[in-house]
């Protein structure tokens, strides 16, 4: 979606938009010179607008809650992986790798 349509959707004004954009609060895709946005760039304004009006967040904890949450989205993209390749190997391997991770988590 363009600016337009991000603002729209997102209740944005196009000041608030500049700033959080320079912040790196939001990160779209410049493409041929146009800024591209999705629908994770609508539910992160959204975000960061109720951490600013609801929660009270100040503009200097915004960027650590955001990167708190990317932290957080990427573990689970590396927990899926893990999944994924745990899940094609033969059940003896999975019973193994279930059982020292159990292991490890007693020790």
């Known amino acids: 979606m363009d600016a337009r349509e991000f603002q729209?959707?997102?209740?944005?004004?196009?000041?608030t938009l500049e700033i959080w954009l320079e912040s790196g609060w939001l990160r779209p895709t410049l493409r041929e010179?146009?800024?591209?946005?999705?629908?994770?760039?609508?539910?992160?304004?959204?975000?960061?607008?109720?951490?600013?009006?609801?929660?009270?967040?100040?503009?200097?904890?915004?960027?650590?809650?955001?990167?708190?949450?990317?932290?957080?989205?990427?573990?689970?993209?590396?927990?899926?992986?893990?999944?994924?390749?745990?899940?094609a190997q033969p059940d003896l391997v999975r019973r193994e790798i279930v059982e020292a991770c159990a292991a490890q988590g007693r020790a």
């Not at 729209?8 to 000041?15: F, I, K, Q, W």
């Not at 960061?48 to 809650?65: K, M, R, S, W, Y």
């Open 8 to 15: 729209a959707r997102s209740d944005l004004n196009p000041g």
């Open 33 to 87: 010179g146009v800024w591209h946005y999705f629908e994770i760039d609508v539910a992160r304004a959204q975000l960061i607008g109720d951490l600013q009006h609801d929660l009270g967040i100040n503009d200097d904890g915004i960027p650590v809650v955001l990167d708190l949450i990317d932290q957080v989205g990427g573990l689970r993209h590396v927990l899926q992986a893990i999944v994924r390749a745990l899940g």
